[in-house]
């Protein structure tokens, strides 16, 4: 019998980039083994689900988007067995498993692809791949001018089996990531195969790596911005992505959900990375008959702003829940630099998390302008809620890598994410987490070039809006890297260099400091769990002073978040029931949000 109650609509989950979790075996990689040891913590955070990032073979180019067999687990992460293993685990434990999917592009290594390669111009096997002649005399120009979204052109030249030069194939990310052609039917029912493999074994859904992408413009032509993607690292090429045809596919996944859902009333979620330039775009892909979600990344990218939150905030609810799916928020994912970091960069003040260009020397502007040791940068910003009394953090000691001076804790920058952590675990709809954010981990934003990873360093050898900084592994227990990341052999090194000051972010420190980002987190968790408010409804606006916002969820829930630094007076008398950092009774400090239960003594509605 199917259950009316519909869990993902208002769950939170919790992204795991299973890489740099947990590691089991001693190798310095996280693996599914350590996802299952860590499933006790998760379910102590209180998540409903975990999003497992890519452990498909490949031949990691992009740390795992480069899949070289769907239906199988790279052994540096473990094998089917142990896969099992971990969905049966968290099945016990009430824990959904949702997989990272890949559909718009594999690995050159996909034996597909190396068949590809083998065969002639215009044969079956290359077309199922973007392959075409170059233009120019001997076809030395790429087919058109389109640039990848890592740097470059976004198409390479093959050696055909004469050893001359011959076609190009199109890849909008790394030249090892060659994009599949949808338009070839048989690329679709390759995907439906691989979907049924995965939800047989019992998983509840997928997460969809650029969901927006899949087909292109069918004649391939020229872009008027061709370098749009590699400048803003996004999908921005009206040609290449967003193309009216992905919605197909998408009402093909969901009826294959539908069918699982029928068999057992156990529902199974598609939820897709969806960058489109409106609401009222992304609103197409959670139609009923559709994706269930797609992620709401403007919340992201808004500038610590009231009037820009209540903006995007606004635009979400009107247009794609107006959709009857519910918004899916979020904060930060593997690809974006740290909540702690972006908000408490100068860059950040004025605008949302600004250009990722800024990471490099990101360092050195928080060194300049966050709050020096034992200062914040408001009244008590810094603490976990109004019963506490004392900071979060202290500065870090010891300096990371090679540096000379200690980065100093990013003051502002963590009450700023306590706040809007709150504020999005308030809303209506679903949230996602990424790994660390319940830590407060800042990005690691020197890592030196010879360790760095991301493709992006690797095509452009610039650091601008690289990503290995916030995929430095978690730091679990102890003073000394590899802080309980990895087991098992003593001189085994994590994969990425963990920073000395990662020691005050353990998550063993966490757990016994009721201050701690982790207790916000869980105390928020629990309490969304617990109150007929919270999770999927509505809200509606209050009336509140220049750069505060507040709301009203279902029967007398407010939250309220001051985006400045004074206090200002609270839209609600009381003491709150929870905060992101001290509220005395009628007081709202600055970088600071705040619940109450309201006794109908707030400001009135707008």
């Known amino acids: 019998m199917l259950s009316k109650y519909h869990w993902w609509r208002d769950a939170v989950i919790y992204q795991v980039y299973v890489r740099s979790f947990l590691d089991s075996t001693g190798d310095g990689i996280g693996d599914l083994a350590g996802v299952r040891a860590g499933l006790p913590y998760l379910k102590k955070l209180g998540v409903d689900g975990i999003w497992l990032s890519p452990f498909y073979p490949s031949p990691q180019h992009d740390h795992g988007y480069d899949v070289a067999d769907y239906c199988d687990v790279d052994r540096l992460f473990g094998d089917l067995a142990e896969f099992d293993l971990l969905v049966a685990a968290a099945r016990r434990l009430g824990i959904k498993v949702l997989l990272d999917i890949v559909p718009n592009h594999c690995s050159s290594e996909h034996p597909w692809f190396e068949e590809a390669l083998n065969a002639e111009p215009g044969s079956v096997a290359r077309a199922r791949f973007h392959f075409a002649d170059g233009r120019g005399a001997d076809g030395e120009e790429p087919p058109n001018n389109w640039h990848s979204m890592f740097g470059g052109p976004a198409w390479s030249r093959v050696t055909e089996a004469d050893g001359r030069p011959g076609q190009w194939y199109l890849h909008m990310f790394a030249s090892e990531q060659p994009d599949w052609n949808w338009r070839n039917p048989e690329i679709g029912a390759e995907f439906e195969r691989i979907l049924r493999f995965w939800l047989d074994r019992g998983i509840d859904g997928f997460r969809i790596d650029v969901a927006a992408g899949l087909y292109k413009h069918p004649e391939l032509p020229d872009s008027d911005d061709p370098e749009a993607d590699a400048r803003t690292r996004d999908s921005v090429n009206p040609l290449a992505w967003n193309q009216p045809e992905v919605h197909r596919v998408w009402r093909q996944w969901r009826s294959i959900c539908e069918e699982y859902t029928a068999r057992d009333g156990r529902e199974r979620l598609l939820v897709g990375e969806v960058s489109v330039p409106t609401a009222r775009e992304h609103a197409l892909y959670v139609r009923s008959d559709e994706l269930h979600q797609a992620f709401f990344f403007d919340l992201l990218s808004a500038p610590w702003e009231a009037d820009a939150f209540r903006k995007v905030i606004s635009e979400a609810m009107q247009d794609i829940a107006g959709t009857g799916s519910t918004v899916t928020w979020v904060l930060n994912n593997h690809d974006q630099v740290r909540t702690v970091t972006r908000y408490g960069e100068p860059a950040t003040e004025g605008s949302g998390p600004g250009p990722a260009s800024e990471v490099a020397p990101a360092g050195r502007r928080l060194a300049r302008t966050l709050a020096a040791p034992g200062e914040s940068p408001s009244t008590s910003s810094t603490w976990a809620s109004a019963r506490h009394a004392e900071s979060t953090h202290q500065t870090p000691p010891g300096p990371p890598f090679g540096r000379t001076t200690p980065l100093p804790t990013p003051a502002l920058g963590a009450a700023r994410a306590r706040a809007a952590a709150l504020l999005m675990l308030a809303l ?47 730091p679990w227990s102890g003073q000394a890297s590899p802080f309980g990341f990895t087991s098992g052999v003593e001189s085994a090194k994590p994969w990425l260099p963990q920073p000395e000051y990662f020691a005050e972010y353990a998550t063993d420190r966490a757990l016994a400091d009721t201050r701690s980002f982790w207790h916000l987190y869980r105390d928020g968790l629990q309490l969304r769990a617990a109150l007929p408010q919270l999770g999927e409804g509505t809200l509606r606006w209050l009336d509140s002073p220049p750069g505060v916002l507040a709301f009203v969820r279902g029967d007398g829930l407010v939250c309220a978040v001051n985006f400045g630094t004074a206090p200002t007076s609270a839209p609600v008398s009381g003491t709150p029931l929870l905060s992101s950092g001290p509220c005395p009774a009628g007081v709202l400090p600055g970088s600071t949000a705040a619940w109450w239960i309201s006794d109908g003594t707030e400001s009135p509605a707008l």
């Open 428 to 474: 209506p709809g679903a949230a996602y987490i990424y790994q660390g954010e319940e830590l407060g981990l800042p990005e690691v934003v020197d890592l030196p070039d010879d360790v760095l990873t991301d493709p992006i360093f690797r095509r452009t050898g610039s650091r601008a809006r690289i990503r290995d900084g916030c995929r430095v592994p978690l």
